[in-house]
DNA sequence: AACCTGACTCGCC
DNA sequence: AGGCGAGCCAGGT
């Protein structure tokens, strides 16, 4: 088990129409710092359409200026198709849609 | 094999 | 309050 396969797994418990930040996904493969390696992971996305990358915000909620699946538009229509909500064009709101409990995977 | 860089976040100054 | 450095892992040069 790489630390990449949990960052995969992590996302992918991600429940449809919530959000979670880099930091969420960090912290529950073991360490918070690993927020930048979860970015990484997910920017070589092996499995698109198996993990929702498109579920994962930066800490404040704005999505990724480098997504990769056609733009950060697209990642916004993708969230809004599952019922997510915007405070704004490109930030998601954390408050109703941020995963509150994501399940350790140690 | 070492160094640089990258979808990040937090703690100091 | 805003800017800068550190810490983490993997892949390319």
């Known amino acids: 088990m790489t630390t990449f396969d949990k960052v995969y797994e992590a996302v992918k418990l991600i429940p449809e129409g919530s ?17 930048r390696v979860v970015g990484y992971a997910l920017h070589g996305n092996p ?13 404040d909620g704005e999505v990724s200026s ?13 969230l809004k198709g599952e019922g997510v909500t915007f ?4 930030h998601v709101n954390m408050d109703a849609h941020c995963v509150r409990a994501l399940p350790m995977i140690l």
């Open 47 to 59: 499995q698109p359409g198996v993990i929702p990358c498109h579920r994962v915000v930066k800490r």
């Open 19 to 35: 959000v979670a930040t880099y930091g969420q996904i960090a912290e529950a493969i073991g360490n918070k710092r690993l927020s």
């Open 87 to 90: 405070v704004d064009a490109t």
């Open 66 to 78: 480098a997504f990769a699946f056609g733009g950060a538009n697209r990642q916004v229509e993708l």
